[in-house]
């Protein structure tokens, strides 16, 4: 039977669910399939083949869709001869006019900055990783940044919110959806995607592999 | 599958086992480690002071929330007549013109899910302080639904930003933020540290026996 020494000599091999602490002894599941905490349902590890390189693909394409939509046509109205267009940007920006400054910063964070903040940390942290090389210093603490930033990552609750402004306009004037609103319907799709892809309990590992062996 | 065997048995925590968890990416460490040295998180093994930020965060989101009902979320100037919508105002307004649907997204954004949020993350952190017996998994998906709500509320907010930049013709008609959208994002903002603040793992502390749990191999190995 097994003491307290012997569990402390392998504690690498534990796994404690973050949601309830249940203690376990990790066992990777086969490609594809789920560990799940048997007590609170939590999903433990869920390994996909090559989710590394998903994973900084999936990245790479949402910096590439949310800068390119800053330059991009967002909206524009045209009622009775008076037309208006709007940037990204403008709408981001808009409180500012109002003596809303922190708002506005407040808006831009959560639809421009953190998300390009995740891509470039998730960048960072793993490509090495993709090539087999060892991580780059600081990998860890990027990684871990990227994770705690993720819920402050709004693009898709915007994207929504651009749906029900239109509906709300849509009875008084003519709208023009440009480029850059769908260039964010796609980010929307690659941003769930991703999440899909991305097993923190393998990639933890990884990155702790990564640092022994080709250290 | 046999990982729901398990279930009716007395589960090991780590905390029972003499280690501490990291919640960021579940590594074990043995108790009184202060940082976790995969990841680099700061480890506890139950934060006992989380249920007073979780109550600090849930008491100013509520003094925000209040202003954000009851003053202007935005204002339309239309030929020189400017009138204010509160939230649920703009969300009844909106279903009389016909836009039903939308009308009830925003009225379930913006009133139903901040006001059940602010019962349920209550109800959680009482539960846990008076150490109620009622099932831990129920509570354990009540506390899953209102981290991965919560964000959502913030929609309102960027309705009103869309329309203020979007919404600019000249004289004829304008819209323009009120004052109500500031208080509005910071509940928003406010509510979501207060969930955030939650420890989860203490919903289970009320399921362990005292000191004869011993840890046992058979008990570790289920997880397939």
Redesign the interface.
Known sequence: ??S?QN??AD??Q??????????????L?ENGER??C?????V?IAPVDGAVIRVVAFAVAILILLVSAMFMPF???E??G???S?SIA??????SE?H?L??SI??VA??IFVPIARAILVIFALFPLMLDKKPWRGA??A??LS??LR?WS?AE??V???G??L???A???H?ELGMAFWLFVALVLVTVFQDGFLC??SI?SA??QGDRQNG | MDEHSAVSEHVVTAKEAGLVSCTHCARVWPIGTAACARCGARLVSRDEKSMSRVWAWWFVGLLCYIPANVFPMLQTTFLARTSGDTIVGGAIVLMMHGAIPVGLVILLASVVIPIAKFIAVAYLALSVQFRLPSDQLRRMKLYELVEFIGRWSMIDVFVVAVLTALVQLSVVVSIQPGSAAVAFALAVVFTMLAARSFDSRMIWDSLETPAEAEPDDSRKDFLS
């Open positions: 039977m097994s307290m569990i402390q504690l690498e534990l796994i404690a669910c973050p949601a309830c602490d249940a203690l376990y002894r990790a066992a599941p560990a799940v048997p007590r609170c349902h939590t433990l909206l524009s109205i009622a009775g008076l037309s208006h709007t403008d709408a981001a920006l808009s409180f109002y809303m922190g708002l407040g808006v959560l639809i860890r603490t990684f871990r994770e705690e819920p709004m609750i915007f929504l919110g651009v029900v402004a509906v709300k306009v009875a008084m004037a709208v923190r309990w933890w990155l702790e």
